[in-house]
């Protein structure tokens, strides 16, 4: 048999290429689109955008109506034409051949702002993110919230006017903040 007569297989490109591809030619999109362009479920997509959302990659830009579908992502940093490949919190980046801890990726400069705005004893978490530009509902937003609750920095305080305040431990916080511009990783109290 000749070579001629091999057929070339081309092989199926997976659907995380195809939000890959699809999010690097709309730097600013809406999940809903993606879902429906794409032919994708919420619970394939979530993930996906997460690990995305956790390196740095996309940010999320506006939630209406607190429904997934509708939440709006804008792409921050584009490395080029090969898609990551996301598995359990990990990401390696073909196209600058890095392995990205998503839980280091997020760990310093964002916890380092929401600490930063943690001003006074008792704050929602609403003033403490639309302080420093962030929104509510991002992943990383959600992920240093659990890490701060687990490192004793915040636990639920008083409501006030309907809204629930989180005490603040400055004492912890300030060793938080120390720890982070050390590039150390504090273990989470008891």
């Not at 809406?30 to 996906?48: N, S």
């Not at 704050?123 to 992943?139: D, F, L, P, R």
């Not at 008083?158 to 060793?175: A, S, V, Y």
Request: glycine share 4%.
């Amino acid at each position: 048999m000749g070579s001629a007569n091999l057929k070339r297989c081309k092989r199926k490109q997976t659907n995380k290429e195809k939000v890959w591809k699809y999010i690097r030619r709309n730097k600013l999109f809406r999940v809903g689109d993606v879902m429906t362009v794409l032919d994708l479920t919420q619970a394939y997509i979530k993930p996906v955008l997460w690990h995305l959302e956790m390196a740095g990659y996309i940010r999320l830009e506006e939630v209406e109506r607190n429904q997934y579908v509708e939440r709006v992502y804008v792409m921050l940093k584009d490395t080029g034409p090969i898609c990551p490949s996301m598995v359990n919190g990990n990401m390696y980046d073909h196209n600058i051949k890095e392995n990205i801890d998503v839980d280091d990726a997020s760990w310093a400069k964002e916890k380092q702002k929401l600490l930063s705005a943690m001003t006074q004893k008792y704050m929602t978490k609403k003033e403490i993110v639309e302080s420093v530009g962030m929104n509510v509902s991002a992943a990383v937003v959600i992920r240093c919230f659990k890490d701060f609750k687990a490192f004793g920095v915040i636990e639920d305080g008083p409501r006030t006017k309907n809204k629930r305040t989180l005490f603040i431990d400055k004492e912890k916080r300030d060793e938080l903040i120390r720890a982070i511009e050390q590039g150390l990783r504090p273990t989470r109290s008891a």
